[in-house]
């Protein structure tokens, strides 16, 4: 993935000798990441929200998958943490306290602090917000007042002070087991301020009335039960996926077995990585009944990217500019794909072009070596339009490699598309320009049709102009001539000689002509091109009589 140098709330204005200085030195440009508040607000990861809430509220309990770089980046917590604020009263549960080996396969060795809530049993004082959940190091001393391991951790982060210990892949290190073999069932018991099972307890909040939960004197009457507890997990902060598996298996078998209203069923939601959370942890396969597996994956759309660009609006320009916009605005979406961050990094970095300007643009924000390899994907639609990256992606898609976007598999921005004898790109910005010209050019012909009857030259009826306009195939077909409306730009060009037109509107037509053939051809337009069309497109026909 590309790194980033910079927060997205800053100018990029302010780090352009920066990018200069890494230009020279051949390293990727800075990227500038989109902001938090964006990212929560695109209508990709909302309606993927949307969805997983709902199953959570109707009762099922889930397992949310992201790719390995999302939860590193922290991307991950982001989102939990937008998920948390539509609930009421989420129960996190405190991570397991890792050993000082990094137990991540060399993705990092420092120890994780575990968000935790306070231990004070509800109905005893007020709930912590959910906001409140993720200020875990506000104090002075970087860690929870409240929390139980406080002390073991602040031990541990003097500790790291010093060099840090060997990775469990070169050697084993001080093996603290005995300070960390407290299980997730006794966590979450903790969490609940209980001593007992987890389970009854939560089953006992479930049926106990509202106004005992919220200690609220004023609601006497209201017998309704409790809201949903729902308990979170973070897989990437458990060493056991057995023991998350168990905890599912027996929740769902216990409440169900208790004649729990689906309504009123207290849910898990674990959010994981393959690996911290294979499929095989549930004991009954892929085909489960007792939990719904979410995947980070068809969630960004052409539309987030769009919208995101949308919000960094361009000075105010004219017509001809502000299409040519447009256009650049399209091809960088187009390009850069699911990788919103690369998109506003394209979009500082190249202000539209020919295609040789756009592969410079790209090898600035890229890596100086291809960060990810290559591969051939699989372009079937049903694997892309599927709610889950297939077996054969799985693993690429874990590493960040590759995602679904739009109804395409796309492999994430990388050195592939700077290869000049590779047509991958010019066909993405051939794609890119349609999306954008096509439907305006349609709209030129349209209005150019509807003043062919009052432009036919005196001699010239309509019957024999539409039979000029025929194209060598209907010829050569013997094909009829089509109605005046259903006429091409080709086919109005072709049979332009027997209208009486200004130099300009005949010039304006085989401009649109040309454009149209090269886009119908997968030939992408140059920059000259581009130019000219646009200013034909924002002309008007008849603006040039009189």
């Not at 056991?240 to 849910?267: D, K, M, Q, V, W």
């Not at 066909?427 to 305006?440: D, F, G, I």
């Not at 149209?516 to 920059?527: D, F, G, Y």
Request: aromatic share 6%.
């Amino acid at each position: 993935m590309i790194t980033s140098l910079w927060d997205g709330n800053e100018p990029g204005k302010t780090h352009g000798r920066q990018r200069a200085q890494i230009r020279e030195s051949g390293d990727a440009v800075p990227v500038p990441l989109a902001s938090e508040r964006d990212l929560v607000r695109l209508p990709g990861p909302r309606r993927h929200l949307d969805r997983l809430e709902r199953e959570l509220k109707s009762g099922r309990s889930c397992v949310w998958y992201f790719p390995d770089p999302m939860v590193n980046s922290g991307r991950a917590e982001l989102f939990l943490r937008e998920l948390y604020t539509r609930f009421e009263d989420p129960i996190p549960v405190p991570a397991a306290i890792p050993r000082l080996a990094d137990r991540t396969g060399g993705r990092g060795s420092a120890v994780g602090i575990p968000p935790q809530r306070s231990t004070t049993p509800v109905g005893e004082g007020a709930s912590a917000r959910a906001s409140d959940y993720f200020a875990f190091w506000h104090d002075d001393d970087g860690f929870d007042a409240e929390d139980p391991y406080g002390a073991l951790l602040s031990s541990l982060a003097t500790a790291s002070a010093s060099a840090p210990p060997p990775s469990s892949h070169h050697g084993k290190g001080p093996d603290i087991a005995s300070l960390t073999s407290t299980s997730l069932g006794e966590r979450l018991a903790k969490e609940l301020g209980v001593t007992g099972d987890p389970l009854s307890e939560l089953i006992t909040r479930t049926n106990r009335p509202r106004n005992d939960v919220t200690g609220d004197d004023d609601s006497e009457d209201d017998t309704r039960p409790s809201a949903r507890p729902l308990i979170v997990v973070r897989g990437w902060d458990e060493d056991s996926p057995e023991e998350i598996g168990r905890l599912l298996r027996t929740a769902h078998a216990t409440f169900r077995n208790e004649g729990i209203a689906a309504a009123y069923r207290p849910c898990f939601l674990i959010t994981a990585r393959i690996g911290d959370l294979p499929s095989s942890a549930f004991g009954v396969g892929p085909s489960h009944d007792h939990v719904t597996l979410y995947w980070w994956w068809r969630v960004w759309t052409r539309l987030d990217s769009e919208v995101l660009l949308a919000w960094r609006p361009r000075p105010n320009v004219g017509a001809a500019e502000a299409l040519l916009h447009r256009v650049t605005d399209s091809v960088v979406a187009e390009v850069c794909g699911p990788d919103v961050d690369s998109a506003l990094a394209l979009r500082e970095a190249w202000t539209g072009g020919d295609l040789d300007s756009l592969r410079s643009a790209l090898s600035g924000i890229l890596p100086s070596e291809a960060a990810l390899p290559d591969q051939a994907w699989p372009r079937r639609m049903s694997t892309a339009h599927a709610s889950a990256p297939s077996a054969e992606l799985r693993e690429a898609w874990s590493a960040g490699a590759v995602d679904s976007w739009d109804g395409h598999v796309r492999p994430v921005l990388g050195h592939h598309l700077l290869d000049p004898s590779s047509t991958e790109l010019r066909t993405l910005v051939c794609h890119a320009q349609n999306r954008v010209l096509l439907p305006l050019i349609n709209e030129a012909r349209t209005a150019f049709i509807d003043l062919v009857p009052g432009l036919l030259r005196k001699e010239i009826n309509l019957d024999y102009f539409r039979e000029q306009a025929r194209s060598q195939y209907q010829v050569r077909k013997q094909l009829p001539a089509s109605p005046l409306v259903e006429l091409e730009v080709a086919d109005l060009q072709r049979a332009s000689r027997l209208l009486t037109l200004t130099t300009e509107q005949r010039r304006r037509l085989e401009i649109l002509c040309d454009a149209r053939n090269h886009l119908s051809h997968l030939q992408p337009l140059a920059h000259g091109q581009l130019m000219a069309v646009t200013q034909a497109l924002i002309s008007d026909w008849v603006a040039d009589d009189g």
